[in-house]
T-cell receptor
Framework: GAVVSQHPSRVICKSGTSVKIECRSLDFQATTMFWYRQFPKQSLMLMATSNEGSKATYEQGVEKDKFLINHASLTLSTLTVTSAHPEDSSFYIC??????????????FGPGTRLTVT | AQSVAQPEDQVNVAEGNPLTVKCTYSVSGNPYLFWYVQYPNRGLQFLLKYITGDNLVKGSYGFEAEFNKSQTSFHLKKPSALVSDSALYFCAVRDFSGNTGKLIFGQGTTLQVKP
């Protein structure tokens, strides 16, 4: 199956600093990437959807100035948490999707990034 | 709006027994349905999907799911549970509105398989 990587897997940062999380599709080109946030023992909350070369579409209630998403290529998307605060501590998961004529419709998920803001 | 519901927060089953994790959906149009599994501190792994065709879909690790249009259900099943199947399971439906094709997830069901 398709492989999606995330880096870093775990990060601890101080309040007020910014953190960048990378999501890469390793063996396919992702026309769309999704960023989710997950709280303990809860479902995934979609934060935003990004298509390569265009601005991300944010879900209602997600601050676009705080969670900066860049989808510079068909294999890389980044999420930057700016001016992080303890309430931003969470598990962030990306997923990648390949659309087009050969779309199989499933999303492939990265292993997640555990962010802890102190 | 598209939605899925997983009515059980947790399912407990003894090893070797059959297991069922329930999912019902509400969509406009034909549903594209998925099951994913999540192990602790990991991302989601794809198990199986229903797009079209046979109502019984076979997936990874011996799992299968039955699409039932009249009952709007897509329950996940396995004939004989393993302790290693213990994990968090998510049902999802693809939402094609808004041109993003995003997945709408259920709230998740924790499967606990006891030896």
């Amino acid at each position: 199956g398709a492989v999606v990587s995330q880096h870093p897997s775990r990060v601890i940062c101080k309040s007020g600093t910014s953190v960048k999380i990378e999501c890469r599709s390793l063996d396919f080109q992702a026309t769309t990437m999704f960023w989710y946030r997950q709280f303990p023992k809860q479902s995934l909350m979609l934060m935003a959807t990004s298509n390569e070369g265009s601005k991300a579409t944010y879900e209602q209630g997600v601050e676009k100035d705080k969670f900066l998403i860049n989808h510079a290529s068909l294999t890389l998307s980044t999420l930057t948490v700016t001016s992080a605060h303890p309430e931003d501590s969470s598990f962030y998961i990306c997923s990648a999707y390949h659309g087009g004529e050969r779309a199989t419709y499933e999303q492939y998920f990265g292993p997640g990034t555990r962010l802890t803001v102190t | 709006a598209q939605s899925v519901a997983q009515p059980e927060d947790q399912v407990n089953v003894a090893e070797g027994n059959p297991l069922t994790v329930k999912c019902t959906y509400s969509v406009s149009g034909n549903p594209y349905l998925f099951w994913y599994v999540q192990y602790p501190n990991r991302g989601l792994q794809f198990l199986l999907k229903y797009i079209t065709g046979d109502n019984l879909v076979k997936g990874s690790y011996g799992f299968e799911a039955e699409f039932n249009k009249s009952q709007t259900s897509f329950h996940l099943k396995k004939p004989s549970a393993l302790v290693s199947d213990s994990a968090l399971y998510f049902c999802a439906v693809r939402d094609f509105s808004g041109n993003t094709g995003k997945l709408i997830f259920g709230q998740g069901t924790t499967l606990q398989v006891k030896p």
